[in-house]
């Protein structure tokens, strides 16, 4: 079954990857359109005479908010899209798991995101001469692959659970934007709200993935210091992903006994 | 045209596009619907001053700059997005076309309706920023007359600008997004929003000068605290250029039209 899983999970990754990398067009764009709203809030930082270190968490956070928009418009609502275009229906006739096509879809959409995030981050640092911990190198690697698994596990959730929605997913996906970027503090750190949000925002991957960030590349903290963050990254990954496989089983359950997998323009 | 019929055709748009943006839920949550995203959005860049701990000042340019933002963005895309949203989503621009209303009249009615609905984000937005950042309302002075007259005049440089992208958006869909994007993500860089433009280095703060939102957003800035009270040179100037880009965005979608027609791009779907 788990070799079956990655077989599909491989196939859906392959052509996510293709299809968003085939015009390079949509890279350039990808790149340099953030870069517009990075620089704008560089600019805000460098009118209040903030110190460096407020430029360069900015400069993480924002590269970061890719991941959040791939999860919302590429894992939560695809599966919504696929049954709108009737794949979902050839996807359960082909007796593919659907865990791996989400996995696959999780894979490829992180890969894509990481080619883009990367870029936007060199582009902002060459530009605003932003100095970041290299030292780091590793334990930052090792804590944004965490925080990208925890992040597509939920985006796994909300996958199986946006099967439910209408046309309103859309909306959904609206709604759940900006509030999560902002508890995610991707322009801020989150120590400036008070400390009831700042526990629900350590609920919440990307939160966790960009002060892990801030704390080893511009804080110039250690693993040692920042280990709570790893534990509840690997956590939330775990629990994320359980979840998602039970919603995603109950959801397939329910879509064939009532019919729901192939209803479109609801 | 009459005057009277023309406001009839404008108001029947906004009313349609009401409908088609609202029929999907109650009045209630539709409303609170319309107001999370700028509101949130008002507060990410709002929380930028909160986390240094600026200058009230500073705290009020960008308030007032993000929250006329996002009344910008609702009304570009509110024209923009028409015409996609017609064509590729409800496939209903061929009968739209067919209406006995000029084409263009038909894309700035539908983008008056979302504009409209931006004013109740914005208040909200507004309020929320300035309880955040402490500014004490007994010391705004709106000028509500020449505020109104801004506000109306924003909408002739916005629909411009609405009517250039939907021009581009008569031959592509996919890469008419990545200009949407764009435009928008470059008023917040080169727009006053949040920093002052003339920050900007050379030859960066020549595009900020050339655009009408640099000298909007000043004048609504000075306009609800009060420290302009009259019809000064910045409105003139104002006036100037919002109607020179409405004419030159009106030129350039006409003659878009009449190429999208003659190769029957009007009513092609590619679903993107």
């Given at each position: 079954m788990i070799k079956e899983i990655l077989k599909v999970a491989y196939a859906r990754a392959y052509v996510r990857i293709k299809g968003t990398n085939r015009d390079i067009t949509h890279y350039i764009a990808d790149v340099f359109l953030p870069l517009f709203g990075v620089s704008a809030i560089l600019f805000a930082y460098k009118a209040l005479n903030a110190p460096e270190i407020f430029l360069a968490s900015a400069a993480i956070g924002a590269s970061m908010m890719a991941f959040w928009y791939n999860v919302l418009w590429s894992m939560a609502s695809q599966f919504y899209w696929e049954r709108e275009h009737g794949n979902l229906t050839l996807f359960v006739a082909s007796g593919s798991p659907l865990t791996g096509i989400l996995l696959g879809m999780a894979l490829g959409g992180a890969f894509n995101m990481t080619l883009r995030a990367s870029g936007v981050l060199i582009l902002t640092i060459i530009l605003f001469n932003i100095k970041l911990n290299q030292a780091a190198i590793l334990p930052t690697f090792l804590l944004f692959i965490l925080t990208l698994t925890s992040l597509y596990s939920l985006g796994m959730i909300f996958a199986s659970s946006f099967?439910?929605?209408?046309?309103s997913v859309s909306k959904v996906n609206e709604l759940l934007g900006e509030p999560i970027l902002f508890l995610s503090g991707v322009y801020f750190p989150?120590?400036?709200?008070p400390l009831a949000i700042q526990i629900l925002a350590s609920f919440v991957p990307l939160a966790l993935g960009i002060e892990g960030l801030r704390e080893l590349l511009v804080l110039n903290k250690s693993m040692n210091d920042v280990i709570w963050i790893y534990l509840l990254l690997v956590f939330l990954t775990f629990l994320f992903s359980f979840i998602a496989i039970k919603l995603l089983r109950k959801m397939e359950k329910e879509g064939r006994s009532k019919g729901t997998l192939t209803l479109r323009w609801e | 045209m009459g005057v009277k019929s023309f406001i009839r055709k404008i108001l029947s748009l906004v009313w349609l596009s009401y409908k088609i943006e609202a029929n999907w839920t109650s009045i209630g949550n539709y409303l609170a619907y319309i107001t999370v995203r700028p509101t949130f959005t008002l507060l990410l860049m709002i929380f930028i001053f909160v986390a240094v701990r600026g200058n009230q000042q500073f705290g009020y340019f960008i308030l007032v700059g993000q929250a006329f933002y996002n009344l910008i963005g609702s009304g570009i895309m509110g024209v923009a997005y028409t015409l996609w949203d017609d064509r590729e989503h409800y496939r209903m621009l061929k009968y739209m076309y067919i209406m006995p209303v000029n084409f263009s009249i038909y894309l700035v009615g539908r983008g008056l309706y979302k504009y409209i609905e931006g004013i109740l984000p914005l208040a909200i937005s507004f309020i929320i920023g300035s309880i955040i950042i402490n500014v004490p309302f007994t010391e705004l002075h709106i000028q509500w007359s020449l505020l109104i007259l801004n506000y109306l005049l924003g909408y002739v440089w916005i629909v411009a600008l609405g009517l250039l992208i939907a021009s581009l958006m008569f031959f592509t869909t996919e890469y008419g997004w990545i200009v949407i994007e764009s435009l928008m993500a470059s008023l917040l860089l080169f727009g006053n929003i949040i920093f002052p433009s003339d920050l900007l280095p050379f030859p960066l703060n020549l595009i900020s000068n050339a655009l009408p939102i640099k000298i909007w957003i000043d004048l609504n800035r000075e306009l609800i605290i009060g420290d302009l009270n009259y019809f000064n040179f910045q409105f003139v100037e104002l006036v100037i250029m919002s109607f020179s880009y409405l004419i030159v965005a009106l030129l350039i979608f006409k003659e878009s039209e009449k190429i999208a027609r003659k190769n029957g791009l009007i009513d092609i779907v590619t679903t993107h």
């Open positions: 099967l439910r929605f209408g046309r989150i120590g400036v709200f | -």
